[in-house]
C-alpha cells in the first residue's frame, strides 16, 4: 500500500488528461476506446488512475485498503467532475462487488504487499466477465532479490528466490530504495510460476508481457536508471479472462493450428 505524500504516489496531471488513454495505455493494449467500460482500479488509490480511465470515458470502481489514498481521489475527481466510485477494502477481498461485471481490472504494483499472491488473482477473476482484460503490474522476482546499489561494482543477490518471510527492508534507506519500496512497507517475493503461472491457474489467458524500460544511457552510478539497465524492476502483464467469445475465438484458433499425427 502506498501512503499519500509517498514519492510513488501522484495525482493526475491537466497535461496527463489531454490524452488519458494514451497515458495509461502506451502499448495499446486497450484497442484505442475504453467508453462505457466498467474498470475496476485495484489498489489504485491516489488521485491518478482514477480519473485517467474516468476521462477516457469509463465508469471507473475503486478499491485501496488505504482512506488517505481514497482521499486523494475523492478530491482530484471533485475537482474535475468526474463520477467516481470509491471502496475501502482489500485486493484479496472483493466480495462487495458483483460478479462478473468489470470489463477491465487495472492493478498498478501492489500484489507485492501481501504474501499470498493466488487469492488475488482468485477475487480478480470472480469480478471480471468472461472475455474481460486483466492489466496488472509486479515487482520482479530479480528485483526484490537484489540489492539496491553496486557493491564492488556490482549488484548482488541478498534473498533466496524460495523466500516466504517478508524481504527486509534496506538497512540505510537512499533516494533509489525508496524509490524501490516505501519506506515502512511490508514486502514479499512473488515467483515467476506464482505471477504468471497463477494468473492461468485462475482462469486467464495470458496475451502480453512486458518489462517497463527505465534504463537510461549513461546514467549515474547507483542511480535508479543504473540499476534498471541490469535488474528490470517491473512486469506488465495483460490478460484475458477466459470464457467469452473472444477466448473461445482464440480456442478454436489454437487447435486449427495443431499438428495432429496421422
Not at 471502496?87 to 481490472?105: C, H, N, Q, T, W
Not at 553496486?150 to 518471510?165: E, I, M, N, Q, V
Amino acid at each position: 500500500m502506498q501512503a499519500a505524500g509517498s514519492p510513488l504516489c501522484r495525482i493526475v496531471s491537466d497535461e496527463e488528461l489531454q490524452d488519458p488513454l494514451g497515458t495509461v495505455d502506451g502499448v495499446g493494449w486497450l484497442g484505442g476506446n475504453i467508453r462505457d467500460w466498467n474498470v475496476l482500479c485495484l489498489a489504485a488509490g491516489g488521485g491518478r488512475q482514477s480519473c485517467l480511465y474516468a476521462a477516457a470515458g469509463a465508469r471507473v470502481t475503486v478499491v485501496d485498503l488505504s482512506p488517505a489514498m481514497l482521499e486523494l481521489d475523492r478530491q482530484a475527481a471533485a475537482q474535475r467532475k468526474f463520477p467516481v466510485r470509491l471502496i475501502e477494502g482489500s485486493m484479496d477481498d472483493l466480495s462487495m462487488l458483483p460478479r462478473a461485471s468489470f470489463d477491465l481490472v487495472i492493478q498498478p504494483v501492489s500484489t507485492c504487499y501481501l504474501p499470498d499472491i493466488a487469492s488475488v488473482y482468485a477475487q480478480v477473476a470472480a469480478v471480471i466477465r468472461p472475455g474481460g482484460l486483466y492489466v496488472s503490474q509486479h515487482k520482479t522476482p530479480a528485483s526484490l532479490q537484489s540489492s539496491a546499489h553496486r557493491r564492488d561494482g556490482h549488484f548482488t543477490w541478498l534473498h533466496d528466490y524460495y523466500r516466504t518471510a517478508p524481504v527486509p527492508p534496506p538497512e540505510n534507506p537512499t533516494a533509489v530504495s525508496q524509490r524501490l519500496r516505501e519506506n515502512g512497507a511490508v514486502e514479499f517475493l512473488h515467483r515467476w510460476e506464482q505471477l504468471v503461472g497463477g494468473m492461468c491457474r485462475a482462469g486467464f489467458h495470458i496475451e502480453d508481457l512486458i518489462e517497463p524500460k527505465h534504463a537510461t544511457q549513461d546514467a549515474a552510478v547507483n542511480s535508479f536508471a543504473d540499476r534498471g539497465a541490469v535488474i528490470a524492476p517491473y512486469v506488465r502483464i495483460k490478460a484475458r479472462r477466459r470464457g467469452g467469445s473472444e477466448s473461445r475465438e482464440s480456442t478454436q484458433q489454437e487447435k486449427s493450428n495443431l499438428w495432429l499425427p496421422t
